[in-house]
């Protein structure tokens, strides 16, 4: 499959490059920094949302599907970006998010002003009979996910911002208009679509309350409403086109789910993004906590998930950050004393599995979260409700902080660290959100002396050229290990062991025969362990954070 052996870079471009000096990031910046991404020898890049938005939701609040948000360009500098990164032959990757519109979208603002036709393409419900809100469903970004519609008796649905208001996709009108934003991208090269949380979209039409104890995001994720209507988009829209990539992003999705979306046989979607791993230092099902991560469950995840995606003849993307994620290195490994250690390990768990890895702006250079002191330095709309929820609730201002600074999406959102000056090399002017380690961590001074993006790009450099990472099977290994997660690929006969060390201790690990007689393909240590060493004993000693890949012998 065309995209087995691809890896993809995600731009997120208000915190790229700033090329215009506004200290928002730009499309011309990113246009301006092609030579670099090109250097990592990514396929593809998949870029955030830069269309025209109020920016509630930085950009996935969408009041303009067809045009540029002037502050971050113009049409011809979208078509001149796809057209430089062709040129190096890497595609591009435009993010769809079809499940809601901006209150400032056109059809909202025509439905508002009576337009019945329009109307019929939200959500828009009266009160229950004792007046309570339509549903009991809560809004992902807290709250009710009801508003008043205007000053009318109904309410519209939005499942994130007040001010995103989900399309009603039953609709065959709305299908059609969304189909044909697809394809005015495809029709100007984008050969790659990012489907934003597309599994929500199969609402039903008679919706319910949620009873007591029951998970209100069942009720209307994945249903069977979905698939035929992926189908379709499939076929209206990208099916035809050789090349394209597609990837669908998977609230609270299944196993079994995302084998039905990814299955080639079902003509819906190339891979899925599902988030069940990223959830494991969740405290419950809490986000907004600060608890240690539970390494088994994440073991347990990656793997039941590697093992059930292959029996269904599915596709994962691999990955362990983007915007809307904390920075993993901070999550699962351990920035103060082993910082290259363990992203590269990291680095190695996700381009070595089966599955398409993203890479995403920044992680190539180890970029950690900021250090802020105040909920001043925050902008993101999520991080803001969750420390007045938090407030409400009786949490402790200092407690509701720290919560914030380990779950806030802007973790990832900071500018990217060219250089070490005051604004990162990003910005001539202060940034809509400042950078805290461009000192330690930028890609200058990675690019004169550190390890980390080199590792990467020969991770992006064995997936190309070796069908045993880009097509073999995965088969877990040593799965009761506590603080070892590993894996065996195997293609043609060929088989690669991967093991990644979790913790900043040194970590033993049997070693079957096979590989003790075999030879290192990757590790992120300078000096390689001696494998016949481990013959006589049979086991092998991992350092911190050690990633090592065995091929057999
Ligand atoms: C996705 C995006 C996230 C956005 C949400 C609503 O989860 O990745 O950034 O807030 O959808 O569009």
């Known amino acids: 499959m065309s995209f087995h052996d691809k890896v993809i870079y995600q731009v997120y471009p208000k915190s790229f490059y700033d090329s215009s000096g506004n200290g928002i990031g730009d499309l011309r910046g990113i246009i301006e920094k092609v030579p670099y991404i090109a250097s990592l020898g990514v396929d593809m890049v998949w870029l955030n949302p830069f269309f025209v938005s109020p920016q509630n939701d930085n950009g996935y609040d969408i009041a303009n599907y067809y045009e540029v948000d002037p502050e971050m360009g113009t049409m011809a500098d979208a078509e001149e970006l796809i057209a430089a990164l ?22 909202f603002q025509r439905a508002l002003a009576g337009e019945k036709e329009y109307q019929d393409f939200f959500y828009l419900r009266p009160a229950q009979a ?76 008679e919706l319910r309350d949620a009873t007591p104890g029951e998970n209100d995001k069942l009720i209307y994720t994945d249903t069977e409403r979905v698939h035929p209507w992926v189908q379709e988009l499939h076929r209206a829209t990208f099916g035809d086109t050789e090349g394209t990539v597609t990837v669908g992003e998977m609230s609270s999705t299944t196993i079994d789910s995302s084998v039905h979306y990814t299955n080639p046989a079902n003509e819906e979607l190339d891979m899925v993004f599902s988030f069940h791993h990223l959830k494991v230092d969740y405290d419950g099902a809490e986000k907004w906590s600060a608890v240690p991560f539970d390494f088994m469950a994440l073991k347990g995840l990656l793997t039941d998930w590697a093992v059930g995606i292959q029996a269904g003849g599915g596709w994962q993307a691999s990955f362990w950050n983007n915007h809307d994620q904390p920075r993993a290195i901070n999550r699962f490994g351990d920035v103060e004393r082993y910082h290259a250690e363990s992203a590269t390990m990291l680095a190695a768990a996700v381009h070595l599995t089966r599955g398409t890895p993203y890479i995403y702006q920044g992680e190539e250079i180890g970029m950690v979260d900021p250090v802020y002191s105040s909920m ?46 005051e604004f990162a090399g990003f910005s001539q002017v202060k940034p809509w959100l400042m950078p805290t380690s461009q000192t330690e961590i930028n890609v200058e ?38 603080s070892v997660y590993g894996f065996v690929r195997e293609h043609e006969g060929q088989r690669l062991l991967v093991l990644c060390n979790f913790y900043g201790e040194d970590a033993a690990v049997h070693l079957p025969a096979e590989f003790a007689a075999g030879s290192v393909l990757l590790c992120n240590y300078k000096n390689e362990p001696a494998l016949d060493a481990a013959t006589d004993a049979g086991t092998l000693t991992l350092r911190p954070y050690e990633a090592v890949a065995v091929l057999a012998g």
């Open 86 to 107: 062709g040129r190096e032959g890497i595609g591009v990757m435009f993010d769809m998010v079809l499940n809601h519109v901006s209150t400032e979208h056109e059809w």
């Open 130 to 205: 004792d007046g309570s809100l339509p549903t009991n469903w809560e809004s992902k970004f807290g709250g009710p996910c009801w508003s008043q519609f205007g000053n009318t008796d109904l309410y519209y649905m939005h499942l994130y911002d007040v001010t995103q208001a989900d399309l009603n996709w039953h609709n065959p009108r709305v299908r059609e208009e969304l189909f044909k934003v697809v394809n005015f991208w495809k029709d100007k090269g984008v050969r790659g679509f990012r489907f934003d949380v597309l599994n929500v979209i199969g609402k039903a039409e």
């Open 376 to 421: 001043a330095n925050y902008v993101d709309v999520e991080s803001h409700n969750a420390f007045d929820i938090l407030r409400a609730r009786g949490v402790s201002e200092d407690e509701a902080f720290r919560i914030v600074t380990k779950k806030s999406r802007d973790n990832s959102r900071t500018p990217m660290q060219w250089d070490a000056s």
């Open 445 to 482: 001074r990675e690019e004169a002396e550190g390890v980390i993006l080199p590792f990467y790009r020969e991770l992006v450099r064995l997936r190309h050229e070796m069908p045993l990472i880009a097509e073999g099977s995965y088969e877990p290994f040593a799965r009761e290990h506590e």
